[in-house]
């Protein structure tokens, strides 16, 4: 991320406002799949998951596998305008160093067909914090994914993690 960073035991209030900076830049730049949507990895998928429904050999893909075209893969990295990552990054800064996915929801408009390009924006859609939880004191980060083929929404994912600083052992 370009733009000022958070530094070690920054306050509540600086890493408050490097949130509302980073969401103030919207989605980040598009990044595209870097391969359309193939029959052989929605086999692979269905296979890993155990998902027999004979729909999936036909030419379309599962809903849930919106997310697996446009993964960066091994030693991918993310668009230095990746707007989640900043954020993890600003968090990281300050000190809260443990991550802990806490949720995902998705919602799926159409399938996709064998063929099609999909390319993703990502956006960051809240910082709540600081809040004591069980594992220690940290802020929940969310954020926001969109799908398209061409100009169509495909898919929608908000992912919620929580960064903190871990309890002591005791």
């Known amino acids: 991320m370009t733009g000022p960073s958070v530094e070690p035991g920054e306050t509540h209030e600086q890493i408050m406002a490097e949130a509302e900076r ?3 830049l919207g989605e980040a730049a598009e990044r595209e799949a870097r391969d359309p949507v193939n029959q052989p ?3 692979n998928w269905v296979e890993a998951m155990g998902n027999t429904n004979p729909r999936w050999q036909g030419g379309e893909a599962p809903p849930s596998m919106a997310q697996v075209w446009t993964m960066y893969g091994l030693g991918g990295k ?7 990552h900043g954020m993890m990054k600003v968090l990281t800064d300050a000190g809260y160093t443990a991550v802990l ?7 799926y408009e159409r399938t996709l067909k064998v063929g099609e390009k999909v390319r993703v924006t990502t956006a960051l859609d809240s910082v ?4 004591t939880t069980g594992m220690g004191v940290g802020y929940f980060v969310t954020s926001r994914n969109t799908w398209y083929v061409d ?3 495909v898919a929608r994912m908000l992912f919620r ?3 903190f600083v871990p309890k002591a052992a005791s």
């Open 128 to 131: 709540v914090g600081p809040k």
């Open 161 to 163: 993690v929580l960064k």
């Open 78 to 84: 993310p668009p230095a305008d990746d707007p989640l």
């Open 41 to 43: 990895t929605i086999n």
């Open 22 to 24: 980073i969401k103030a």
């Open 101 to 107: 996915g806490t949720n995902c929801e998705q919602t």
């Open 151 to 153: 100009d169509e929404v």
